[in-house]
């Protein structure tokens, strides 16, 4: 499994994480315009996944509940979506 691979499955694994959060989960689907009944199509698509990580890395709280969930260390969902489309960000310099 490659790098861009594993970001994906984080990415999936926070999608499953912020499902099971009732008081996230309309937030998040208002913050991506997605339909309950759309997340299995999106879910596989990498943009899609880039977003689920912007919305997770929107709140420190969000960051540490999902991490401290799966037994993560809390710099490796950032470190995923510098790997998933969109999210190398601008180069100011």
């Known amino acids: 499994m490659n790098k ?20 996230l989960l309309p937030q998040f689907l208002g913050a991506t315009g997605a339909a309950p009944g759309d997340l299995p199509t999106l879910a596989a698509e990498a943009e899609f996944l880039g977003a689920v990580l912007d919305f997770l890395l929107t709140d420190d709280s969000m960051v540490m509940g999902f991490c401290d969930a799966q037994g993560l260390r809390y710099e490796v969902p950032m470190q995923a979506r510098l790997l998933l489309p969109g999210g190398a960000g601008p180069h100011w310099t």
């Open 4 to 23: 861009r691979e594993n970001a994906e499955t984080l990415a999936l694994q926070a999608l499953g994480w912020l499902l099971g959060q009732e008081e």
